[in-house]
């Protein structure tokens, strides 16, 4: 079956701390990998994507991810989290097939301590 | 360049009433589709079409329909709401399988309640 898992639900860090999200997920064929991110009341915002070639991808506003196939994880990361970061973060896998369908985690909510 | 719009933002409905989600898209993509998002759930798939005329079912379809008359539009309707039909409602657009490394573009959502 295909499926993201976010382990964590909420992450609590403080401001100018290093940041890792995991995420993990389950398709059957080569995955493409997103990560989106969910500031209060508004849509989803990219940050990054992977497809093919180098296994760590930069993003967005200082965000990078890294593919590891023999994990199945695709976990996001930041050296130093602003306070303008809290949000909340999706993991997504998909292809082509219907539609461009993306699976999506459940989300991990990130807060920042001043 | 609008990108993905959608319309209203939010939206109080009666059980029983029916309604229409409006989605609208400017960059000409063949991909378009619904999801709704739940708390602790992520966004699950509704409903979604690869071009004109062709719609098809997603992971969470019963209680709606969709239509893709133009490239430009892809509506929701709900045909009799339901408290369980509460949610916010996302639509998304992503150019077809000539585009590689693309990904899909989202509006800013739907907040639809039900009482």
């Known amino acids: 079956a295909q499926s993201v898992t976010q382990p964590d639900i909420h992450i609590t860090v403080s401001e100018g701390a290093s940041l890792e999200l995991r995420c993990n997920y389950s398709y059957g064929a080569t995955p493409y990998l997103f990560w989106y991110v969910q500031s209060p009341g508004q849509g989803l915002q990219l940050l990054l994507k992977y497809f093919s070639g180098d296994t760590l991808v930069q993003g967005i506003k200082g965000f990078e991810a890294e593919f590891k196939r023999s994990q199945s994880s695709f976990n996001l990361r930041k050296p130093s989290v602003h306070w303008s970061d809290a949000a909340e973060y999706f993991c997504a896998v998909g292809g082509w097939n219907q539609g461009g369908k993306l699976i999506f985690g459940q989300g991990t909510e990130l807060s920042v301590k001043p | 360049n609008a990108g993905v719009t959608q319309t209203p933002k939010f939206q109080v409905l009666k059980t029983g009433q029916s309604m229409t989600l409006q989605c609208a898209q400017d960059m000409n993509h063949e991909y378009m589709s619904w999801y709704r998002q739940d708390p602790g759930m992520g966004l699950r798939l509704i409903h979604y079409?690869?071009?004109?005329?062709?719609?098809d079912q997603g992971e969470v379809p019963n209680g709606y329909n969709v239509s893709r008359s133009t490239t430009e539009d892809f509506p929701l309707r709900l045909l009799s709401a339901a408290p369980s039909q509460t949610s916010v409602y996302f639509c998304?657009?992503?150019?077809?399988?000539?585009?590689?490394?693309?990904?899909?573009?989202f509006g800013q959502g739907t907040r639809l309640t039900v009482v």
């Open positions: 998304a657009s992503r150019p077809g399988t000539g585009g590689l490394n693309t990904e899909a573009f």
């Open positions: 079409s690869v071009g004109a005329g062709i719609t």
